[in-house]
């Protein structure tokens, strides 16, 4: 059975930094792409960052340069650092695990939430 648990949501300060985790079991993790993607209410979910390997990385453009995505594969765990975050960061965060069409997973998602 394969499981993708993200955790590390929280309300944050305009400004502020947090860092979200999400652990994955059930899965080749270190052959996974793995991706977060976000999703504000009312609005689609849209890709933030992935990575694949060790550090083959890609952010999307309203994040880069304030967020970095890492993984640990002794850990099975892939992590998403945001910085100077803004209140249109606000939205519901996923984390994907890809190795084909027929293998991709999701998480439930945390809730981050930028307000003063």
């Known amino acids: 059975q394969v499981k993708v648990v993200e955790s590390g949501g929280a309300l944050v300060q305009p400004g502020g930094s947090l860092t979200l985790s999400c652990e994955v079991s059930?899965?080749?993790?270190?052959?996974?792409?793995m991706t977060w993607y976000r999703q504000a209410p009312g609005k689609g979910r849209e890709w933030v960052a992935w990575i694949i390997e060790e550090n083959n990385t890609h952010y999307t453009g309203a994040v880069k340069g304030r967020f970095t995505i890492s993984r640990n594969n002794a850990k099975n765990s892939v992590y998403l650092q945001m910085s100077n975050l803004k209140p249109e960061d606000t939205a519901t965060y996923y984390c994907?695990?890809?190795?084909?069409?027929?293998?991709?997973?999701w998480g439930q998602g945390t809730q981050v939430t930028v307000s003063s």
């Open positions: 059930g899965i080749d993790f270190s052959s996974s792409r």
């Open positions: 994907n695990a890809w190795r084909g069409p027929e293998l991709d997973y």
